[in-house]
T-cell receptor, first 113, second 113 residues
Framework: NAGVTQTPKFRVLKTGQSMTLLCAQDMNHEYMYWYRQDPGMGLRLIHYSVGEGTTAKGEVPDGYNVSRLKKQNFLLGLESAAPSQTSVYFCASTTTGRNQPQHFGDGTRLSIL | GEDVEQSLFLSVREGDSSVINCTYT??????LYWYKQEPGAGLQLLTY???NMDMKQDQRLTVLLNKKDKHLSLRIADTQTGDSAIYFC?????????????WGLGTSLAVNP
């Protein structure tokens, strides 16, 4: 039972390069989220999606784009990477129902040089 | 606005009890969650409490909820070195139909042998 899978697990980029982080979930969840985690700042929501074909901005969306073309996948793109985007990125998903906690992937550790 | 606060660090001796505290602002939150993050890993749901409950016990874990003071605590009995991790408190956000969670910054628990 895979749950939430993030690829890649690690990546080093140069300033100005672009890349896409992939999140895949096999739980048929409607809601998906991208967070970044930085020391002392907890989890900050970048973008989220409430269903296939929809996306919305979180609290720190600048410099990122997302797409949810398929229900099971949520992609996070960096068009022109900056050192300030060095972080650990987590994807999470959840579904409808009274008590549905978010399920997390193992994270992608991204360094921008 | 919605906010969740936690103390950042806690140090205990192996075998002692640990108490991690959290305060929140949204009195309409339905569920409150505790997540655990071990070094280099993603977040795992540890336990949760429904807002109409005062206490929930699950093996070594006890969650206490004081709705009047908007205070949540997690007690870990007989703390072990394997309990060393960051513990996040989160509440459900009722701002929009997006199932977002409002996160505390996390409490880093160090267990000393």
């Amino acid at each position: 039972n895979a749950g939430v899978t993030q690829t890649p697990k690690f990546r080093v980029l140069k300033t100005g390069q672009s890349m896409t982080l992939l999140c895949a979930q096999d739980m048929n969840h409607e809601y998906m989220y991208w967070y970044r985690q930085d020391p002392g700042m907890g989890l900050r929501l970048i973008h989220y999606s409430v269903g296939e074909g929809t996306t919305a901005k979180g609290e720190v969306p600048d410099g990122y784009n997302v797409s949810r073309l398929k229900k099971q996948n949520f992609l996070l793109g960096l068009e022109s990477a900056a050192p300030s985007q060095t972080s650990v990125y987590f994807c999470a998903s959840t579904t409808t129902g009274r008590n549905q906690p978010q399920h997390f992937g193992d994270g992608t550790r991204l360094s921008i040089l | 606005g919605e906010d969740v606060e936690q103390s950042l660090f806690l140090s205990v001796r192996e075998g002692d009890s640990s108490v991690i505290n959290c305060t929140y602002t949204d009195s309409s939150s339905t569920y409150l969650y505790w997540y655990k993050q071990e070094p280099g890993a993603g977040l795992q749901l540890l336990t949760y409490i429904f807002s109409n409950m005062d206490m929930k016990q699950d093996q070594r874990l006890t969650v206490l909820l004081n709705k009047k003071d908007k205070h949540l605590s997690l007690r870990i009995a007989d703390t072990q070195t394997g309990d060393s991790a960051i513990y996040f408190c989160a509440e459900t956000s009722n701002a929009g139909n997006n199932r977002k969670l409002i996160w505390g910054l996390g409490t880093s628990l160090a267990v000393n042998p």
